[in-house]
């Protein structure tokens, strides 16, 4: 059984603090790895995606991705209460294969 | 674009009974997909569609049915609901495999 692990948190930041976001999966041959951030009561959002090992940056956020360690990080910098929400990661498989598999989530609470 | 519509937003079924969830898209979305989400978890995958005419299992597929007839509309049928079917259903489309739109969900309670 293919698995995404995260901690549920919930995780606590001060404002303006930067948040950092764990997530390990099984299936060494996953390709491609998603974070998304669900406010509760509603559907979830794609905040980024990454393919490569190594960082990648938009705006706030940084995902990060090392697949020799079967682990991506998503961090958020500069922290806002409004950032207070379920942080989802995902992964899909190898090529041929269009199924995600997400993670159970981090809870991120920014304390103002 | 009205994006990812789902229908109806919540509803009530009892023991055995069957129904169908709406999925709809406007966004000449290839891929599709539905997923269901208990409380204080993540989402699972139900099952989903590369076009139309292709459907396959995700992980959870028990109890469960999909078509996909046109590229617009993906609908899941539940048949005999269970009360382990109770969860939020989410729909979902995507281009390309980078971005999935969510539609708003669909509450469904089994009594």
């Known amino acids: 059984q293919k698995e995404v692990e995260q901690n549920s948190g919930p995780l606590s930041v001060p404002e303006g603090a930067i948040a950092s976001l764990n997530c390990t999966y099984s299936d060494r041959g996953s390709q491609s790895f998603f974070w998304y951030r669900q406010y509760s009561g509603k559907s979830p959002e794609l905040i980024m995606f990454i393919y490569s090992n190594g960082d990648k940056e938009d705006g706030r956020f940084t995902a990060q991705l090392n697949k020799a360690s079967q682990y991506v990080s998503l961090l958020i910098r500069d922290s806002q209460p409004s950032d207070s929400a379920t942080y989802l990661c995902a992964v899909m498989g190898g090529s041929g294969t269009y199924k995600y598999i997400f993670g159970t989530g981090t809870r991120l609470k920014v304390l103002a | ?111």
């Open chain 2, 1 to 111: 674009n009205a994006g990812v519509t789902q229908t109806p937003k919540f509803r009530i079924l009892k023991i055995g009974q069957s129904m169908t969830l709406q999925c709809t898209q406007d966004m000449n979305h290839n891929y599709m997909y539905w997923y269901r989400q208990d409380p204080g978890m993540g989402l699972k995958l139900i099952y989903y569609s590369v076009g139309a005419g292709i459907t396959d299992k995700g992980e959870v597929p028990n109890g469960y049915n999909v078509s996909r007839s046109t590229t617009e509309d993906f609908p899941l049928r539940l048949e005999l609901a269970a009360p382990s079917q109770t969860s939020v259903y989410f729909c979902a489309g995507a281009t390309d495999t980078d971005t999935q739109y969510f539609g708003p969900g669909t509450r469904l309670t089994v009594l």
